[in-house]
């Protein structure tokens, strides 16, 4: 069994920047795949990031790339999620996600363990 707690969202203005935790437990962040995924009021959930097993495998969805990060802290079993020039469309509920298999998946259904989830609203 693994559990994910995310943490760091807040209320922030455009342009700034955030950085959103997901602390992993029952297992070490880097022997699952990590991903990050939204939803936002009436619509479904989407992909953000995901980081491979190893770290060395990212991928961004193309509205957040070039502003949002993903890294790992081996040491404290934690994922996070550097979000940066912050836009009122990314304004959701955050999520963190775990997925118990080699291959990278952008899609939601595909993983298996899932955090609360953190809100983050971006005022314009």
């Known amino acids: 069994q693994v559990q994910l707690v995310e943490s760091g969202g807040g209320l922030v203005q455009a342009g700034d920047s955030l950085r959103l935790s997901c602390a992993v437990s029952?297992?070490?962040?880097?022997?699952?795949?990590m991903g990050w995924f939204r939803q936002a009021p009436g619509k479904e959930r989407e992909f953000v990031a995901f980081?491979?097993?190893?770290?060395?495998?990212?991928d961004f969805a193309d509205s957040v790339k070039g502003r949002f990060t993903i890294s790992r802290d081996n040491a404290k079993n934690t994922v996070y999620l550097q979000m940066n020039s912050l836009k009122p469309e990314d304004t959701a509920v955050y999520y963190c996600?775990?997925?118990?298999?080699?291959?990278?998946?952008?899609?939601?259904?595909?993983?298996?363990?899932w955090g609360q989830g953190t809100q983050v609203t971006v005022s314009s």
């Open positions: 980081m491979g097993r190893s770290g060395g495998t990212t």
């Open positions: 029952g297992r070490t962040s880097s022997s699952v795949i």
């Open positions: 996600a775990a997925r118990i298999t080699y291959a990278t998946s952008t899609s939601p259904s595909s993983y298996n363990y």
